[in-house]
């Protein structure tokens, strides 16, 4: 039945592939039929699978015949083909700071565990093809896309084989004459190795021999990649990585009795070889998780030489190599209750991976993630649920309090739209577009979450600050005064409990300037046959008045002469929004608008406020600013940061930045004569390859 499967759908492939040729002039189909021998005879895999590979490619770019292959190949064989349409469209930007995410996104697209056995299957013989059948341009690509996401995937899943082959293949192409170095090394070293193995086996051939222990004898020299691993960790030249070789003892024997005879082995090689301890491996007792059986110990010859010895019975090193699947096929034993015990296994590896990926990839493949791409095919990932807007903030901030809707896969989609893995959005903005309260209540993400308050925040701020000057300039025709008394008892009577919203009201006209009059006025007739108690204005009120110039002050580069400075927690510069603070002993202290502590000191001390404007040329003044930035460790970055304050000509005053996992964060001061300085220096700064941050303190 299987078998007609596969033929049915090789013959339907072959029908629409006809006439498709691959880069070096043969038949698209030879790529297919390999791919399909990878799968069966060195994964395992059968039926389904197979035909899958081939209805795979048949329907490639023929997305309307995925209906017809659900109806004549079942609905089984459909989901397969879907899920490896998907990840065939994925195509990444930047594999090395986004493998991660695009591991993720190719399991997320595995709803049945072979679609990614089979993707794996078809990166083997990409690599196996790639001198041949792609231009030269594509080759590093290729071989980067396959070390950074299916290699690792391979060595997850227990393909330890096929791992090894894919990371040598890459290694070839990415660098070339590290590969060159070692395997010319290993072919000048090939004849001592070989007596290197007949003189350490001899001995235990005779013992074997005795114990009556069948045994086929295979040698392992690590692979290239390995061995330039082991280089770059431990510093050292090829003759000096101690376990380039190693010697495997596969024993036939009956499968109740493989870990008694795999034990007895070891005793003898540890009775005639000094064992290492510390080199012990014991995975016979407890397998790895992905099944992998076999007993390591490290000797040492009468040369002093190091030596690693792996153990295991024929049926483990089936497994070994090519999987657990791959040890049925090669029996030739339909077992399918195993095939798909070890299908759940490997469903299981793909969503909880546990020991083969480091730390920080332990929580890979949870499924309340999903994977957006945008129109250039930049990956992002968002919590499952996340809306177009959640994306337009994670693309920039500003983007996400400009948007207005999107297109998601070209079709036009509201801001409060949900999205799914897979989508390419373009975002909507228009700039007089602005938060609205509503956005919190459909955005999933935190990054939304808190720009969206923040800005909702600033805006209440700026109303705050309207409707204080309105009010004042009014008072000021009225001539007028409003003490802190008078104050208390307007929020009372309109019955509003903090300061900034009763001038954030008066911004928005819910309270009417013409109100506020009448009830001071009216206030002002209760009170003036009483002696004047409570209205004396409050401390240093005196000398608020003295530093004011009409409205506003106006300040230029004069700092600290004529009675006031610039506040060190926001350092202002020429161009910023800025309003000035009478203090106790230091005068007037200018603040940005922004400033942190500007919420507080307007609220609590608002008849210490102070209108200041910048006087409209100053050309001498200096002033240092504060950068913050977050990057991805890139070579160069320091020098290109550099560059940029060097060709704006500004003075960096300092640089520091301290970095961990592969991230960095860093702190620039520098001398600028205005915001508009700032601005442009944020502007290139962001430009960076690797920055992913970089904001004004």
């Not at 397998?287 to 030596?307: D, N, Q």
């Not at 502590?597 to 600013?625: C, D, G, H």
């Amino acid at each position: 039945m299987n078998q007609t499967m596969i033929d049915k759908a090789k013959e339907y492939a072959a029908a629409r592939l006809e006439g498709l040729k691959r880069g070096n002039g043969a038949p698209f189909m030879q790529h297919v039929d390999a791919v399909a021998a990878i799968v069966e005879k060195e994964i395992g895999l059968a039926g389904e699978a197979v035909a899958t590979v081939y209805l795979h490619e048949a329907s490639r770019k023929h997305p309307e015949l995925l209906a017809e292959i659900a109806s004549l190949f079942g609905h089984e064989t459909g989901s397969m083909v879907v899920g490896l349409n998907k990840i065939s469209t994925i195509n990444p930007r930047d594999t090395r700071l986004q493998a991660e995410n695009y591991r993720k996104l190719i399991i997320s697209y595995s709803a049945d565990p072979r679609v990614t056995l089979i993707k794996l299957a078809d990166r083997l013989e990409v690599m196996r093809s790639l001198a041949d059948c792609f231009p030269r341009n594509d080759h590093i690509k290729k071989a980067t896309e396959t070390m950074m996401l299916y290699a690792p995937l391979a060595h997850q899943l227990g393909l330890y084989r096929i791992k090894s082959e894919l990371e040598d293949l890459s290694f070839k192409v990415i660098q070339p004459e590290d590969y060159r170095l070692i395997t010319n090394n290993l072919r000048a070293n090939e004849i001592e190795r070989k007596k290197q193995i007949a003189g350490f086996v001899q001995p235990l051939e005779k013992e074997l021999r005795k114990a009556g222990i069948r045994y086929e004898l295979k040698s392992r020299t690590k692979t290239t990649y390995s061995i330039w691993r082991k280089m770059q960790i431990q510093q050292v030249g090829v003759d000096e990585v101690y376990d380039i070789l190693a010697i495997r003892f596969i024993v036939d024997t009956t499968p109740d009795r493989e870990k008694e005879v795999c034990w007895q082995v070891y005793s003898i090689v540890t009775q005639i070889y000094e064992p290492i301890p510390e080199r012990m491996r014991d995975w016979i007792t407890v397998p790895k998780a992905s099944g992998y059986e076999s007993l390591h110990i490290t000797v040492r010859t009468p040369e002093g030489a190091a030596l690693e010895v792996q153990i295991r019975s024929r049926r483990m090193d089936i497994v070994a190599e090519f999987g657990v699947a791959a040890h049925w096929a090669y029996k030739g034993v339909k077992n399918e209750q195993v095939m798909n015990d070890w299908l759940a296994g490997v469903r299981k590896r793909l969503q909880n991976p546990q020991e083969d990926f480091s730390s920080a990839e332990k929580d890979l493949y949870k499924s309340n993630e999903i994977y957006v791409f945008t129109p250039a095919g930049d990956l992002r990932r968002l919590p499952a649920g996340a809306t177009v807007l959640d994306f337009a903030f994670e693309i920039h901030s500003n983007i996400g309090l400009r948007c207005t809707g999107g297109r998601v896969n070209g079709k036009m989609s509201q801001v409060r739209d949900t999205l799914q893995t897979g989508d390419v959005v373009e975002i909507l903005t228009s700039r007089n577009q602005k938060p609205s309260r509503d956005w919190l209540g459909f955005v999933v993400s935190g990054k939304a979450r808190n720009k969206i308050r923040q800005k909702l925040r600033e805006e209440e701020g700026i109303q705050d600050v309207a409707g204080r000057e309105m009010l004042e300039r009014r008072l000021k025709n009225w001539k007028m005064e409003l003490t802190p008394e008078d104050l208390m008892q307007l929020m009372k009577h309109f019955r509003i409990k903090q300061i900034s919203d009763f001038y954030a009201a008066v911004a928005r006209e819910d309270i009417s300037l013409q109100d506020i009059k009448l009830f001071l006025l009216k206030d002002k007739e209760d009170t003036s046959e009483k002696p004047e108690t409570g209205s004396t204005p409050p401390e240093h009120a005196e000398e608020k008045t003295s530093y004011r110039e009409g409205d506003y002050l106006v300040i230029d580069d004069n700092f600290g002469r004529i009675g006031y400075k610039l506040a060190r927690c926001c350092n202002p510069v020429i161009g910023d929004e800025v309003f000035g603070f009478v203090s106790i002993k230091e005068g007037i202290k200018i603040h940005r608008m922004s400033c942190p502590n500007a919420a507080r000191l307007m609220t609590r001390y608002p008849y210490r406020i102070q209108k200041v404007r910048w006087r409209e040329k100053v050309t001498s003044a200096m002033f240092q600013i504060t950068i913050r930035f977050t990057a991805y460790q890139e070579i160069g970055l320091a020098q290109e940061i550099s560059d940029v304050i060097g060709n704006l000509s500004l003075n960096l005053r300092s640089f520091t930045f301290s970095g961990q996992g592969g991230k960095i964060a860093g702190k620039l001061q520098v001398a600028v004569s205005s915001n508009k300085q700032v601005d442009l220096l944020l502007f290139q700064l962001r430009k960076i390859r690797g920055i992913t941050k970089a904001v004004r303190e």
